[in-house]
C-alpha cells in the first residue's frame, strides 16, 4: 500500500481534504505509489517516459505517443451525467442516478491500478485570480503517466492551486483509471468503460481510457460538464464549447473580442488560430486566446460580458493542419515547444512526424515511416494500401504560450469583453456567410438550432442537420430547457449586450458543388463586417433571418471571389429556410420548459420566411 501521507507531506501539500481524498481512492484502486505532480515535474516525467518507451523523440523537444488502437476518441454512449435528482434529466446529458453510477465505478476501479503509480495532479482551469477561480480547481488522481504529461500542457499544474483555496474543500475530485484495456470490449455490448461526471458532487469518475478528453479531467469533464453545472447551479457563469479571439484594429487601436461555438469538423480550431489575411494584416491583428472552451460571466462592474479561456494549452486535431490552414498550429508544434503528438504517422529513423493534410501527399520515401498504429508503411498489405498513416482523431498537444499570434492578456484573470457570440454550422445550400442578430432571446434560439449537415458517411439524411446545440450537445449537464433560460438570465443581466452571428464557411456553388468562400484567413473579414455592424458603420441587409452584409460593405480586397458566387453566399434560400423551420420546430419540442421567449423567437423567423413569399 502506497504511503499517502509521506508522498503528500513531501510534496508539501497539507490540504486535509485532498488527503482524505487521495487516501480513499489510492486504497481502492490499490496504486503502488502515489506522486503528487506539479509543471516543474515535466522534464523528468519526460525523461521517464521516454525510457520507458512510453513516448518517442520526435525532433528536439518535441514526443510522440500511440494509443491503444481500440482508444482513439471520446466515447458519448459510454458518457454519463450524474446526480441525485432526477429532475437533472436532460435529453442530452444521459443523466443517471449518482447512487447507481458510484458503485458501478468503485467496482471497476477497485485494485485496477494496482502495481502503478498513482500521479497526484492539483491544477486549475482558470486564470490565476479569475472571479471564477474558485469553480476552477481540480485535483485529477490518475494512473497513466502519459496522462500527466498532457495535463502539465494543458491545465496550470501545482500544488500551490490547490493548498491555498479558501474554501479548502472546493475542488473537482477527478479520478482516471486507466483500466486493461485490451479487455474492456471497446464498442461492443458488454463495453466496460464509463466516464462519468457525478455532478452535484463535484466528482469526475473515468474508467477504460488513455485518450484525449476522457483522460485529461480538467478538460471536457470539467471545463465543460462540471463548470456548465456550476454555473448554472450558482447562477454565476455559462462554460461553453467555444473558441475565443481578439481583433484589434491598428488604426484605431480598438480591441475586439469574439467567441462562439462550431460543431466538430467545423474548423473551430482554424477559425481560433486565423492570422489576418495579406490584404488587411497591415491594419488588423488576430490574437488567439482558445480554441476549445470559454467561461462567460457578465461583469456587475461595467455591465459587459467577459470570456475566460480555463485551458493552458490546446489538443488540437492534427488532420488537414497545414501552412495553408492553419501556420499558428504548425509554428505551435514547432521543435523546442515540449509538443506531444499522438497517433499521427511516425517515422522511427528520422523522428519525423506526418499527418494527412500536413502535405498535399505523404513523404515520397517510406523508409522508417509508419502508421498511426505502429505498423511500418513499407509492410502494410495491400487492402490496407490506402488507409490513412494518421488516425482521423490523431493529435498535438501543445501550451497556449507557444502559439505564436497568443494573445498579450490571454492570462489576464478578468478576461476579456466579449463583442460577438457567433455559431456555425457546415450547410451546403441555406445559410449565408453571416447573419448578424441582434436580439438576445433570437441569438439563443439560433445557439440552441445549431448543427451540422449530416454527411453520407454518418448516419442521417442529406440535408438534414445533426442538431448540435451551442456546439454543447456531448457536454450538457443540464436540462436543455434550463440551460436556454440560463443563458438568457446570464447575457440578459449585462448592460451592454453581444451581437449574435451565424456564420458559414462552406456554402456550395448549386451547380458543381465547389466551396464558394475561401475560408481560413479570409474568415476575418465577415467578423470585421459584424464588427461594424455592432458600432453603427454599415447597415446591412434585413432578411427574416438576420441582418446579411449589402454586397459594398464586405471588404474584399485581395479576394478572387466572382459576383455570382458573392451573390450566392449573400443570400439565403427561402424554400430550404422553410424545411429548416419545421425540423427545428420538432427538435426544439424534445426540450421540456424551454423558455416562451425562445418559442417567441422561432414564431418570429418562421412567420417572416411566411411573408417573404
Ligand atoms: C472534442 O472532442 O471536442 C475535444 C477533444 O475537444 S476531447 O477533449 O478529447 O473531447
Ligand atoms: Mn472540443
Redesign the pocket.
Known sequence: MADVHAALGGAGLRNVHVREYVRHWAELTGAAQIEVISASDDARLIGEALAEGEILPAGEGRYYSRSYVKDT??SEERTVVATSNPADKGVYNNWRPAGEMRPLLEERMRGASAGKTMYVVPYLMAPVGSPLERYAAGVELTDCRTVALHIIRMARVGVHYIDNLADQNSFVRAVHVTGDLEKLGQGTPSDQRYFVTIADERTILHFGSS????A?LG??AHGLRQAAYDGWASGEFLAE?FMLIGIADKLTGKRYHVCGGFP?ASGKTNLAMMLAPDALAGRYRVDFYGD??AWLRADPDDGKIYAINPEFGV?G?AKDTSEITNPAALASVAPGTGTLFTNVAYNSHTQEVWWEGRTPAPPADVAGWRDWTGTLISERPAEDADAPWAHP?S?FTTALANVPNVAPDFDDPRGVPIDAIIFGGRTRDREPLIRAITDLAEGVYDGLTLGAEATFAAEGVEGLLRYDPM?MR??MSYPEGAYAAHWLKVIGSAASQPIFAHVNWFRRDPGDGHYLWPGYRDNLRPLLWLLRLKEGEVRGRQTPVGIIPAKDELDLDGIAATPEELETILSIDTPRWKQEIKHREQHLEQFAGLPEEIWQAHRRVAAALHRAD
Do not use: E
Open positions: 476518441a471520446r485518450y484525449g478528453g476522457n485529461l478538460k471536457i464549447q466538430s476549445d472552451i489538443f486535431v482523431n493529435r456546439s456531448p457536454f
